[in-house]
């Protein structure tokens, strides 16, 4: 398969005043298959979400490079850029903070079709009831507003909104996180659904494991603005190598008791340390039980260790 999007030791800075910069992603590099999703798992403040928006183009790159399908999209003039917005789309977390509370369904759903001016009139309405079915949703939802939706609705919704200007590529940033256990597979199974449809390939942010295990082909790791680990979902859940991803899938529940009794579960000792003055060599060295004095000094680099599995760790041989 063609590879769809490439992130080249991607860079984004935030300055916040006094002098002070925070280095939410500090030099990050992965790429990602035509049809495939990618999962990015990380906790909060790890920067993963910030990844999404600059690959979308949501916000500019600090330094490092973004290319979607042979384009560099620090390079696009405006015709360009606007075809890029199209093509790559983002649907978020919060599916009650990202729609308009004042717009119908009809016009959330429109606005992206008359900005890229994609249908008129008669058309145009069909789409919209077109992409409602699709999204399990009907024509009757059309001229209601957000409010009268279940958090499950809402998201839907947002997903038709990204559908509606016919992307290739979409970041779906914890797009179940904020959404009732019971409705999240139903949320995960339309996405997957959509995928195999569409063709669409997905960069998928969740802050735990178990949230990406089932629609990820392959998943990567971050931790305070690095990426430790990537690999192929199973390698990754079946030989996780860094020891973050070791805590981060230790915590991840296991359906058999007699197993999930006999586990040892892997503590993290300590805060994420702050972005803004991260220590040198490995940012992991804080907390980590392996943690040797190269280890402080040397950053690791992110080095191939098996077939297609990535990791950034001094001690894995
Ligand atoms: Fe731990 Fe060192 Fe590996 Fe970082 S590089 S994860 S501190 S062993
Ligand atoms: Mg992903």
Same mark, same amino acid.
């Given at each position: 398969k063609n590879t769809l999007l490439v992130a080249r030791d991607l860079k984004k800075y935030f300055d916040i005043g006094r002098g002070q910069v925070v280095k939410a992603v500090d030099g990050i590099s992965f790429s990602i298959k035509e049809g495939e999703t990618l999962g990015l798992v990380g906790e909060s403040g790890c920067g993963k979400s910030t990844v999404g928006r600059t690959i979308v183009g949501l916000y500019d790159a600090?330094?490092? &490079?973004?290319?979607? $399908?042979?384009?560099?999209?620090?390079? *696009?003039?405006?015709?360009?850029?606007?075809?890029?917005?199209?093509?790559?789309?983002?649907i978020f977390q919060d599916p009650y903070a990202s729609l308009n509370p004042r717009m119908t369904v009809t016009d959330i759903i429109g606005e992206g079709i008359d900005i890229h001016e994609l249908y008129e009139g008669k058309e145009r309405q069909k789409r919209i009831y077109d992409l409602l079915e699709v999204v399990g949703l009907s024509r009757e939802h059309a001229s209601r507003f957000p409010h009268e939706f279940s958090g499950g609705q809402r998201q839907r919704i947002g997903i038709a909104r990204a559908l509606a200007i016919e992307p290739r590529f979409i970041v779906c940033d914890e797009p179940i996180s904020a959404?009732?256990?019971?409705?999240?597979?139903?949320?995960?199974?339309?996405? &997957?659904?959509?995928? $195999?449809?569409?063709?669409?390939?997905? *960069?998928?942010?969740?802050?735990?494991?178990?949230?990406?295990?089932?629609?990820?082909?392959?998943?990567a790791v971050m931790y305070l603005g690095a990426m430790v680990e990537l690999a192929d979902s199973h390698d990754l859940y079946e030989e996780p190598l860094h020891p973050y991803t070791q805590a981060l899938l230790s915590a991840v529940p296991i359906p058999d008791p007699n197993i999930e009794k006999s586990r040892q579960?892997?503590?993290?000792?300590?805060?994420?340390?702050?972005?803004?003055?991260?220590?040198?060599?490995?940012k992991f060295q804080g907390r980590c039980k392996y943690a040797k004095p190269i280890c402080r000094e040397v950053t690791p680099e992110f080095k191939e260790k098996g077939k297609n599995h990535f990791v950034a760790c001094h001690v894995v041989k």
């Open positions: 600090t330094d490092g &490079e973004v290319i979607f $399908d042979g384009m560099n999209v620090g390079e *696009l003039n405006k015709k360009e850029k606007k075809h890029f917005t199209r093509k790559a789309q983002m959404l009732d256990v019971s409705i999240q597979a139903q949320v995960v199974n339309l996405l &997957e659904d959509l995928q $195999d449809e569409l063709g669409l390939t997905y *960069l998928f942010i969740a802050h735990d494991l178990s949230m990406v295990k089932h629609i990820s082909d392959r998943i579960r892997i503590i993290l000792e300590g805060d994420v340390p702050s972005p803004i003055n991260p220590p040198p060599g490995c």
